[in-house]
C-alpha cells in the first residue's frame, strides 16, 4: 500500500523534473522561455502572441515551409505568430554547418530549440505540426496538422 502511494505522489513530481509535457488547459499561461532564431536574434514568449507552433520532427518543420509558399515574406509576424523547431536531435555539427545556415535563406524567423527545453512543454508528435491558440499569453484553443494545405488554410484565415 505505501509503495502505491509513494508512487502516485512521486509520479508527477519525477514528470515535472524531466520535462515531459503535459496537456495545456484553455486559460492556462504558457510558462515564460526564451529562444535565439536562426539569425542568432533572442525572442521571449509575450502577451501579444497570437500563435505558437511547434514542430518536434522535420517532418512537421517541412510542413510550414510548404504551407508559407508564394505567400509574402514576414507573412507570420504580421499575424503575431511566432515557429519554434526542436532541433535537439540533430547532431550539433549537422545543425551549425549545414540546417542553420540553410535557415537563413527562409522568408521567416525559426526559433531554435536546440535543447529540447521549450517543445517539451508542449504535447505533440514529431509529424505533426502543432498550432496553440493564444489570448494575452493563454491558451485559447489547439490544433495539430499533419497537411500543408490545411495549414495553410488555417494561416490565411489569421488577421494580420
Not at 525559426?110 to 535543447?115: A, E, F, I, P
Amino acid at each position: 500500500m505505501m509503495s502505491n502511494v509513494l508512487r502516485w505522489c512521486l509520479l508527477p513530481l519525477l514528470c515535472a523534473w524531466l520535462g515531459v509535457a503535459t496537456a495545456l488547459e484553455p486559460g492556462e499561461r504558457l510558462a515564460p522561455w526564451t529562444l535565439l532564431d536562426q539569425h542568432e536574434r533572442a525572442y521571449s514568449l509575450n502577451d501579444q502572441l497570437q500563435v505558437l507552433l511547434v514542430a518536434r520532427g522535420m517532418q512537421a518543420s517541412e510542413l510550414l515551409g510548404q504551407a508559407l509558399q508564394g505567400l509574402e515574406p514576414g507573412y507570420l509576424e504580421n499575424r503575431r505568430v511566432v515557429f519554434v523547431a526542436d532541433i535537439s536531435g540533430m547532431p550539433a555539427p549537422i545543425a551549425r554547418l549545414f540546417a542553420i545556415p540553410a535557415m537563413r535563406d527562409y522568408d521567416y524567423r525559426v526559433l531554435l530549440d536546440r535543447s529540447g527545453r521549450v517543445a517539451s512543454r508542449y504535447p505533440g508528435a514529431k509529424t505533426e505540426l502543432l498550432w496553440l491558440q493564444l489570448d494575452a499569453g493563454r491558451l485559447v484553443g489547439e490544433r495539430r496538422f499533419t497537411r500543408a494545405e490545411d495549414l495553410r488554410r488555417a494561416l490565411q484565415a489569421l488577421a494580420p
